[in-house]
């Protein structure tokens, strides 16, 4: 069986206190905040404008005037000697004046 050694000085691995193991941790960052407040004041002016309003109102009327004409239509046919059977055929065309100038007269009355 092999000897158990107890005593550090015969190990090779041992460190001396001078060259001790260093292990650094990443920079730890704190802030402090300090606030300071001030007032800033918004004007915002506003200008009232009072406007006096006048509304014309137009009224516009169309009265109508209603004339009535008489008209008189002359129409001439040829109709044969022959009273029970009729053979008519028109002569002239339809006219109101028969081929002379009317000055007629029309009534016009407002309503």
Same mark, same amino acid.
């Given at each position: 069986m092999?000897?158990?050694?107890d005593?550090?000085e015969?190990?090779?691995?041992?460190?001396?206190?001078?060259?001790?193991?260093?292990?650094?941790?990443?920079?730890?960052?704190?802030t402090?905040t300090?606030?300071n407040?001030?007032?800033?004041?918004h004007i915002?002016p506003t200008e009232?404008l009072n *406007? $006096?309003r006048t =509304? !014309?109102?137009?009224?516009?009327?169309?009265p109508v005037? @209603?004339?009535n *004409? $008489?008209?008189t =239509? !002359?129409e001439?046919?040829n109709?044969g000697s022959d009273i @029970?059977s009729p053979?008519?055929q028109r =002569?002239?065309?339809a006219?109101?004046n028969?081929?002379?100038?009317?000055?007629?007269r029309?009534?016009?009355?407002?309503?």
């Amino acid at each position: 069986m092999g000897r158990y050694n107890d005593s550090r000085e015969c190990d090779n691995n041992s460190v001396s206190p001078a060259e001790d193991e260093m292990i650094v941790s990443p920079t730890r960052r704190v802030t402090n905040t300090r606030t300071n407040y001030r007032t800033v004041k918004h004007i915002h002016p506003t200008e009232v404008l009072n *406007v $006096n309003r006048t =509304v !014309v109102r137009n009224e516009n009327y169309y009265p109508v005037r @209603n004339s009535n *004409v $008489n008209e008189t =239509v !002359v129409e001439d046919y040829n109709c044969g000697s022959d009273i @029970n059977s009729p053979n008519c055929q028109r =002569v002239s065309p339809a006219s109101t004046n028969n081929g002379r100038k009317c000055k007629c007269r029309r009534r016009r009355s407002w309503i």
